[in-house]
Every structure is written in structure tokens, then in C-alpha cells.
């Protein structure tokens, strides 16, 4: 079975200082990764996957992420948070890209 | 527009009210996806459809939730006799159905149980 485990439900950070969002997943065979973003009242948004070729990941609004096997870590980063990538993200993990398994998210709050 | 809508957007139920949840996927998505989504938690699997065929249903949580999805396209979950419990957020997600393709969330259906 796989299973993410997020390992910070809250994350703060000042405007334009790095963030760092972290991901340990477990699963028995080589998984496929993900990053989700929630704005509140919004959907889900693709931020990143990672599919098994390049183990850094690039995602959308400057996100990217890192595949390390050794460490089963997907840590998410971005190097200067602005205001508006306050949301929840979730790590997710699939395999064979059916149903996906959601971490419990962490929150980041972006302050001034 | 072009991606996946649900309705209502909003549904408080009285306990034991019937409720039927509407999702279109994208236009040419093979797979279809339901999810539930706790409040503070994250979302966790229903059900999943390949065109007309549910291929799996291991996570629904009890018989009471039932889903369709007839002409391949239109989905809808059901779910029956609502208790408190079922209050949550239904999202719905589609994608192609092809290897590595991404799942594509609509808005979500917030489903209120009194």
C-alpha cells in the first residue's frame, strides 16, 4: 500500500523568503508523485509530478521539488514565497495513476 | 469552460435525506474519479469509473453511497438516508485515462447534514 505522511500541518514564512514544504511516502514499488495546491473555495491544482525520470521536479509559480529514494522524501520548494502562494498543499502518491493518496496537507501562511 | 464542473456547489440535508451529487468531467476524459474530503483533512478515494465501467469502488464508505455513471461522461454519486458523518466536501476529478495522466479536480460539492 502506499501512504504519504506530511510532516508539518503549518508552515509560516515571511514574503520573499524560501519555503519549504515537507513529504515522506511509503509504497512498495516505484511510486508517482505529486503536488497538489487548494486555494480556499477553489479546486485542486496540479502544481508538480514527478514520473519517474528527472528526480527534481519543476512545477508552476516557481515551485519545484525533489524525488530522493534514499531519504523516500518529495520535499517541496520554492526559493521566494510571494503573498498569494498561501493555500494548502498536498503530497500526494498513485500507482499506475488511478487512485490517489492524499497527505493530511500542510498550510502555508505567507505573512508581510 | 473547459473543466470540470459539479453541482450543486453547496447542499444541507436534513438526516436521512436522499442527496444526488452531479459531476461533468472534461470533454474526452475516460476516467472519472470521486473523492471525499473531511473538513482539516485531505481528500481520500470513493470510486473510480472508466468510461461506463466502475472498476473500483473499495472506498466508498457504506452501502448507502452509491455511484453511476451510465453514457460514460455525466457522473452522479448518491447517497442515501444522509447521516452527519457525510458531511463533507465531494470533489470530482477526471483525466484522459491514459498512462501518467494527470487527474483534473472540479470545484467540489459541500455537503451539509443536519
Known amino acids: 500500500a502506499q501512504s504519504v505522511t506530511q510532516l508539518d500541518s503549518h508552515v509560516s514564512v515571511s514574503e520573499g523568503t524560501p519555503v519549504l514544504l515537507r513529504c515522506n511516502y511509503s509504497s512498495s514499488y516505484s511510486p508517482s508523485l505529486f503536488w497538489y495546491v487548494q486555494h480556499p473555495n477553489k479546486g485542486l491544482q496540479l502544481l508538480l509530478k514527478?514520473?519517474?525520470?528527472?528526480?527534481l521536479v519543476k512545477g508552476i509559480n516557481g515551485f519545484e521539488a525533489e524525488f530522493k529514494k534514499s531519504e523516500t522524501s518529495f520535499h517541496l520548494t520554492k526559493p521566494s514565497a510571494h503573498m498569494s502562494d498561501a493555500a494548502e498543499y498536498f503530497c500526494v502518491v498513485t500507482l499506475f495513476f488511478q487512485k490517489l493518496v492524499f497527505g493530511t496537507g500542510t498550510r502555508l501562511l505567507v505573512s508581510p | 469552460g473547459a473543466g470540470v464542473s459539479q453541482s450543486p456547489r453547496y447542499k444541507v440535508a436534513k438526516r436521512g435525506q436522499d442527496v444526488a451529487l452531479r459531476c461533468d468531467p472534461i470533454s474526452g476524459h475516460v476516467s472519472l474519479f470521486w473523492y471525499q474530503q473531511a473538513l482539516g483533512q485531505g481528500p481520500e478515494f470513493l470510486t473510480y469509473?472508466?468510461?461506463?465501467?466502475?472498476?473500483?469502488k473499495s472506498g466508498l464508505p457504506s452501502d448507502r453511497f452509491f455511484a453511476e455513471r451510465p453514457e460514460g461522461s455525466v457522473s452522479t454519486l448518491k447517497i442515501q438516508r444522509t447521516q452527519q458523518e457525510d458531511s463533507a466536501v465531494y470533489l470530482c476529478?477526471?483525466?484522459?485515462?491514459?498512462?501518467?495522466?494527470?487527474?483534473?479536480f472540479g470545484p467540489g460539492t459541500r455537503l451539509l447534514v443536519l
Open positions: 469509473f472508466q468510461n461506463e465501467a466502475q472498476l473500483d
Open positions: 514527478y514520473t519517474s525520470a528527472a528526480t
Open positions: 476529478a477526471s483525466s484522459l485515462g491514459t498512462e501518467q495522466e494527470t487527474q483534473y
